[in-house]
């Protein structure tokens, strides 16, 4: 009965679309005849595969190209495709997840009955028309993102982009590449994890894509799967180096470029992230194993310099230079024994204008400006990361003795059995503060010798 009723209704809409109100609409108001879908579609597509810019420009141009070449309502499908694309590809540009994508569709719909809305009011065209009006623009706003979601993973594939959707995907950490890195090379994964946040902050601070520098990073060393246990972070002490010559082990460190690339097109990583594997080192010199090979004569002095030289290229893109230059830093810095704030800097520093000077950066696409704020946002985040390995001067016995009687009197009246509002109703300990201050000298032994001692109690400045 109810299916009955629904199917009659159904059947009456559309007999009133196709005798009465189609045939108004397409000869009394023209412009609600032009669909949203062909003046929409291209610049949400190049907003999420290119970025707002493209969109943008996508926006303003194919509006144009449509309302050229359908005659008589040049401005008003120009109008119409402007104000929808430009809304639509500043609600898209965006999206993470194809369900964002579908939440910019409400937008273009605003936007579509905004506009359509002023046409009717303009033209006079009965207000009766309206409610279909917004079913035509709900229905082919919907529509054309549906289109622009099935197109999306083609034109990747077709062009070799890779859109925010796509990028979100990859970042889950159970990638099976991730996965076996996990597992056959800890090291490096707690590497690419560092170089990850590293990288990903120095691009926001430049305004690069984080998300792609992020998931990039992610697997730029997945090439050490073959050999996992002949990079350092991985050999847990045992140096299988050892028993090879310089060259050999230098190819070996060279082949996880190459490593990386084949399992990237394995995996079918996308082009960026191929391109952050292919040029995270550059062109740069495997310095350790060709100082080796010259120390032990087994080369001569600035000869054979290219079997112990990444392939490269050079990082091209601003996001694959960020990758770089937090690769180079985060491995350097593993080697610090005693990290501070000075150090950390000054190697950052020394990195920085190495890669400047071998022209690794030449084709970076970051201004020096860029960089140089890069480099600091660097210098922070290592200095956060390496906070608890960085030592602070200890507290002496006397200091604390000092400190503990600069308190005393701070102390609340009757509070001296209890630790005022915080709770503790534990008794001091009087015998111990005594002991401190009769104490008097430091004692032997308690003068920290270097700067690597735990901080004790109280806690040094800025280290909680
Ligand atoms: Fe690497
Ligand atoms: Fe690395």
Redesign the pocket.
Known sequence: MAVNILLMWATDELMLWLTTVFPVLTSAAPLLTQPALPLTLGALLLALLLGKGVGLSAAVFIPALCAFSSGDDTLDVFVLGLVTSVVGVLAIFRSRTRTQTFRAALWIIFAVIVVEATYLFLNATPWAFYLHVLGVAIVATFLTVLLVNLLLPLCEYAFGLCSNISLLELSDLNHPLLKRLQLEAPGTYH??LM?STLAEHAAEAVGANTLLTRVAAYF??IGKLANPTYFTENSFGENRHEELSPRMSSMIILNHVKEGLAMAARYKLKAPIREAIAT?HGTSLVYFFYRRALDNNQIADGGDEDNFRYPGPPPQSREATLISLA?AC??ASRSLEKPTPQKIDALVDELFHNKLLTGQLDQSQLTMAELNTAIETIKKTLQTMLHGRISYPKFTTTEVAESAKKMAPRRPKGAEGAAGDTGDTRPLDRAAIDKLEGAGADQPGEQPDDDEAEPPVPPAPGSD
């Open positions: 590497h690419t170089v730029h060393d995270h690769d985060e491995a």
